[in-house]
């Protein structure tokens, strides 16, 4: 029964088979020049070193070599480490932010909320201003004390405006104000309403502002540079880009005459920070269809409800 | 459709497991302090593989003099090190040691604990041991901010060349003494091995003059003579000798011997590879010759022909000074520390080279030579001249005793440069410089690397300049350099 | 709050009868409150001559002198004024131009696709750029412009023709910057649309089809107006982020090149530049504060349009 339903709806809003195709060519160039930048990655993590220096950056090396994997594989246990943080603050970090966002963000799209016009403008401000990085630090190290603290990586974004407004937009024009009326009048209470019949309509929306925050949060690097000196707590885009910015150090302190500066510094390679991208990568981007699942079963949902 | 309620739930669960796990793991860390009073001292770099073993090693030494402190090491690698440095020094986090950025800029805002009394009281064994070059040199307004790390207090630029290369084509560097005269060698390298960097330099590279000095740094062209003839605040890229070189590397770039990105180039040539022929090092007393360089590079073999002449400058007086935080609760204490890096060999020694018995060993204890073992390699030891007196450390064997009184001698012999001290008050000009600055950034890799034909593009640069206040910095500049002059 | 808000009922009455809805927005405004509210009245440091003091960083916020104006005139006094006014809102608009277009076409191109597999194996691929960061890719455009290894040098060259040498060619760069800025993030802009074109109910299709609308009918008709309201939302935000620019984009990837500073400077390299220097607080503060005023009237005059003519859409 489901997935006939699911079948028709797919072919109501298809293109027609020729405009298909045409369109199925043109997303995959697209796709294709998106994912060629990646397989580069993969060549150079391979690469080895003294033919970037020798001969550049090319798509096929002279040279092969495991190397750089096998130097990673020396240092697995970071790694691991590394990996356990990143998915340990995107899931807790992304739990929170949807769920705090959509709260606030139902509370002001609900018209008979008396201060519904306060709580938006509140909001709102904030988009306006940067606070700036120093004040932000002093917050988040000397009022929170948590310098060295795995939530100085999480709560820092575990609330967005911006997800608060995609959600205010999508309450007040996908959630049909009829349907709620209708519960009230069975006497159900608010929080009832919100949890039992709101948010199960909202899912595609929730999913599009968790995807978005889940991305952020797995890209941060930039409050683990601030906040974190344990190497226990530090993620796997901060590892990358210490390395990245470690090599860019030195081979500046090389050309400014300082190559002995930094003796006693592991030198990580190019074809590290590349073997590290692939890393850093693969596992995020993977999880993309599992949150493309919930569009689709949001819109069957919402198709049936009303 | 309640999948959602339990997936809340669950996660209510793990922040509940998550902030009591955080809660322990803090509790763990605030009992290892105990009651000793732990200094904090933020350094660039990674964090040693054996960390644990060295500061337990470092606190035991440092206990048996000062039994209430604990040292604690934080490590910011070395491209964030400046930026997060810039933050905790303007959020004024009460950190008690750190190793300085942009010290005499910073010295001037005042963000540092004056060190002037502190030092001599609480590290006067340290302080003594200090070439007194050096207590010019960190010496802002009057007062000393920071303590420097005494190692190469002159150092000279030259040209290094990979020995291989040189044997391999037969080349002679026996002349090469400037860059005009490493023609015939980069003409010669060039025709056998044009695949190979001749000159290898990337962007950030600043052509050498034989005797300058940068008061506002090498990044703005503000400079005036080391030797003390010429008096005068001038810009070094409208002078003679610089506008030559410029026009030597130039004509270098254009036959090929730079490679051809040079400008925006941050390729890494490898010291240990050879994948370059020549490049550009700085060399002080303490490298004994290229001694550190080819350690750096693993024993591979090189030569250096220096281009620049030996004065203890200011820019080597500043090359690794160790600051206080105004804002630090353990001032004290953190003086107390740097008294004993600077004057505790056994202390300094297990850091610098490694821990004894595991990165090396005694060969003769009292002469104070030791052999490095195998496992002396990158990532067990912090590099020297930034943690501690250099007298202090032992040698290995290979350095013969013939080297050392070298190296005592070269230094007592090195001339001072007439700019010693001399630590512009810039607080005045912030808007100028900031200008100054931008103007810069578009000229200075173009022009140093040889990229660009000097005589237009300095003419252009000096138009540019003067729009954004080049006189009026220059002019302060003089004022305060006549001053200095005078009070010398 | 409580006077403009309680004329019919008291204020505390108003309180209770909310509660449920002020406990929605609890968590939120304690953020707020947290990160924005209290660190942002630091910015008022834009407008002082900021002295450090052994009390710390709140200390010498409310004892340093005020010099007005000051901090901000560095800025205007700049010979590159006009460069970076035109560079940074130049690119600015063209990029709020370009994403919209195609990351809505490319929304709705997809919600409509029949190849549910294939769909997927192409988001999923157009989110990759999203996460190799500017540095990362700089290595890649690399590849293709090196002066003398590039790609497409070497075409050039094996064609019998001259080699470009494009980072020293500021002309060239216009075209590949926004080619890249809108390459990049392509594949992540155009999610939000897609789940939006994704939560229409079919019905709305059916009814149309019923009147015999053609597929461009339909988008027309059924698509585009369920899209518009996030697609003002989008606008109204991202104009007010015209003054600033993805540093990355315009410095990492021309390689910081002094020679291109003509084409690739913007307020964010232009800042980068002039202040990693001095690391002034002060100067620093006030850069950030003049995109936030730019930004400010911007978002502000945008709502006032958008309100008089789809009310539902404003902010406020």
């Not at chain 2, 020549?278 to 350690?295: C, H, K, M, V, W």
Request: glycine share 8%.
């Amino acid at each position: 029964m489901r997935k006939k339903k699911h079948v028709t709806s797919v072919e109501i809003r298809s293109f027609g088979p020729r405009t298909n195709f045409v369109f199925n060519v043109i997303l995959a160039i697209l796709a294709l020049s998106c994912i060629v930048p990646f397989f580069f990655m993969i060549v150079l993590s391979f690469t080895q070193e003294s033919d970037i220096t020798m001969y550049g950056y090319q798509f096929w090396p002279k040279h092969w070599t495991v190397a750089s994997y096998e130097y990673l594989s020396k240092m697995g246990g970071q790694l691991l480490k590394s990996l356990g943080v990143s998915i340990f603050i995107t899931v807790i970090g992304t739990l929170m932010n949807s769920l705090f966002s959509s709260t606030y963000a139902y509370a002001i799209s609900r018209r008979d909320f008396a201060f519904s016009r306060f709580f938006t403008i509140f909001a709102l401000i904030s988009m306006l201003f940067t606070p700036g990085m120093v004040p932000t630090y002093l917050v988040v190290t000397q009022m929170l004390g948590l310098k060295d603290n795995i939530w100085a990586l999480i709560l820092p974004a575990c609330f967005g405006v911006y997800n608060v407004l995609i959600m205010r937009t999508y309450f007040k024009t996908s959630i049909p104000e009829a349907i709620l009326e209708s519960a009230r009048m069975d006497g159900a209470g608010e929080l009832k309403i919100f949890a039992d019949i709101v948010v199960p309509l909202a899912i595609p929306g929730i999913a599009t502002i968790s995807l978005f925050t889940c991305l952020g949060y797995w890209n941060d690097w930039f409050n683990a540079m601030l906040y974190m000196t344990n190497d226990n707590l530090i993620p796997l885009q901060y590892l990358l880009v210490k390395i990245q910015n470690n090599i860019q150090f030195m081979s500046q302190q090389m050309s400014a005459g300082g190559s002995t500066l930094a003796s006693g510094t592991v030198l990580p390679s190019e074809g590290m920070r590349f073997a590290v991208v692939v890393i850093a990568t693969l596992p995020i981007a993977l999880t993309y269809p599992f949150f493309q699942k919930y569009f689709v079963k949001g819109m069957t949902v919402g198709g049936v409800k009303e | 459709m309640k999948k959602w309620k339990k997936i809340l739930v669950s996660t209510a669960a793990v922040l509940g497991v998550a902030t009591l796990a955080t809660a322990c793991g803090n509790k763990k860390s605030d009992s290892s302090g105990g009651s000793k009073t732990v200094v904090s001292m933020y350094m660039p770099g990674d964090k040693p593989k054996n960390y644990a073993d060295m500061i337990k090693r470092a606190n035991k030494e440092i206990q048996t003099k000062y039994p209430n402190i604990e040292l604690s090491m934080k490590f910011i690698g070395w491209g964030e090190y400046n930026q997060k440095y810039n933050v905790m020094v303007t959020s004024g986090d009460p950190y008690d040691l750190a190793f300085t950025q942009n010290y005499v800029a910073n010295a001037g805002k005042g963000v540092y604990a004056d060190m002037t009394d502190l030092a001599k009281k609480y590290a006067k064994e340290a302080y003594d041991k200090v070439d007194p070059a050096y207590w010019k040199g960190v010496t802002v307004n009057g007062k000393i901010y920071g303590f420097p790390i005494n190692a190469n207090v002159f150092a000279i630029n030259g040209i290094t060349f990979n020995k291989y290369y040189l044997d391999k084509y037969n080349i002679d560097i026996s002349k090469v003494d400037s860059y005009q005269s490493l023609e015939p060698a980069f003409a010669k390298f060039h025709k056998e091995n044009p695949g190979v960097a001749t000159f290898a330099i990337g962007q950030g590279y600043k052509v050498s003059p034989r005797a300058m000095e940068f008061p506002l740094g090498n990044g703005l062209p503000f400079a005036v003579d080391s030797s003390g003839k010429n008096k005068k605040v001038f810009n070094a890229y409208d002078t003679p000798e610089v506008k030559k070189d410029l026009e030597t590397l130039h004509q270098y770039y254009l036959k090929g011997y730079i490679p051809k990105d040079a400008a925006t180039s941050s390729t890494q040539y490898n010291l240990n590879e050879n994948t370059w022929f020549s490049r550009q090092e700085t060399q002080g007393p303490f490298d004994y010759g290229d001694t550190a360089l080819i350690n750096a590079a693993g024993g591979k073999k090189m030569i250096t022909k220096p281009i620049t002449d030996p004065y203890k400058s200011q820019a080597q007086a500043q090359v690794a000074i160790w600051a206080i935080s105004k804002t630090s609760k353990h001032k004290k204490e953190a003086m107390q520390v740097l008294n004993m890096l600077n004057s505790d060999k056994k202390l300094l020694n297990n850091i610098v080279w490694g821990l004894e018995g595991q990165q090396w060993n005694f060969t003769d204890k009292a002469k104070g030579k030791i052999k490095t073992t195998k496992k002396y390699q990158p990532g067990y030891f912090i590099g020297g001249w930034m943690m501690g007196n250099n007298d202090l450390l032992y040698t290995q064997d290979t350095i013969t005793q013939k080297q050392i009184d070298q190296r005592k001698e070269n230094i007592k012999d090195a001339k001072e440069s007439a700019a010693l001290g001399f630590s512009p008050d810039t607080t005045k000009l912030k808007t100028e410089i900031t200008n100054l600055s931008n103007v810069m950034s578009k000229y200075l890799d173009i022009l140093n690397t040889g990229t660009a034909d000097p005589e237009p593009t300095i003419k252009k640069m000096d138009a540019e300049l003067k729009t954004a206040g080049y006189d009026k910095v220059q002019a302060e500049l003089q004022k305060q350099y006549d001053e200095f002059l005078k009070n010398k | 709050m409580a006077k403009k808000e309680g004329k019919k009922k008291g204020f505390i009455q108003k309180v209770i009868d909310n509660r449920i809805y002020l406990l929605l927005v609890a968590p939120g405004t304690l953020f707020l409150i947290v990160f924005f509210y209290i660190p942002v009245i630091a910015n008022m440091v834009a407008f002082q001559e900021f002295q450090y003091s052994e009390e710390g960083f709140l200390y010498s916020l409310f004892h340093s002198s005020w010099i007005g104006i000051q901090n901000f005139k560095f800025f205007f006094q700049s010979s590159d004024f006009w460069i970076v006014v035109r560079n940074t809102v130049g690119y600015g608009l063209t990029f709020l131009a370009l994403n919209f277009f195609f990351a809505i076409s490319l929304g709705i191109i997809m919600s409509q696709l029949r190849n549910r597999k294939l769909l997927k194996v192409y988001q999923t691929s157009m989110l990759f750029p999203y996460f190799l960061s500017w540095a990362v890719l700089a290595y890649f455009v690399y590849a293709f412009l090196s002066p003398d290894k590039g790609i497409i040098n070497h075409w050039i060259t094996a064609m019998g023709g001259q080699a470009i040498d494009f980072y020293n060619a500021p002309k060239v760069w216009p075209g590949i910057l926004i080619f890249l800025g809108v390459w990049k993030s392509l594949g992540y802009n155009s999610i939000l649309y897609f789940a939006t074109a994704m939560g229409i109910n079919p019905e709305y299709y059916d009814a149309a089809m019923i009147d015999g609308a053609n597929k461009w009918q339909q988008i027309k008709n059924v698509t585009l107006p369920h899209i518009l309201p996030v697609a003002t939302l989008m606008f109204i935000l991202n104009i007010g982020g015209i003054f600033r620019s993805d540093f990355g984009l315009f410095y990492i990837i021309p390689r910081a090149s002094g020679t291109l500073i003509s084409t690739t400077q913007t307020f964010d390299t232009y800042i980068y530049r002039a202040l990693t220097m001095n690391n002034d607080i002060g100067m620093s503060t006030a850069s950030g504060l003049l995109q936030a005023f730019v930004g400010f009237l911007l978002v502000i005059t945008t709502n006032l349009i958008v309100r008089k003519k789809q009310p539902d859409a404003a902010f406020f």
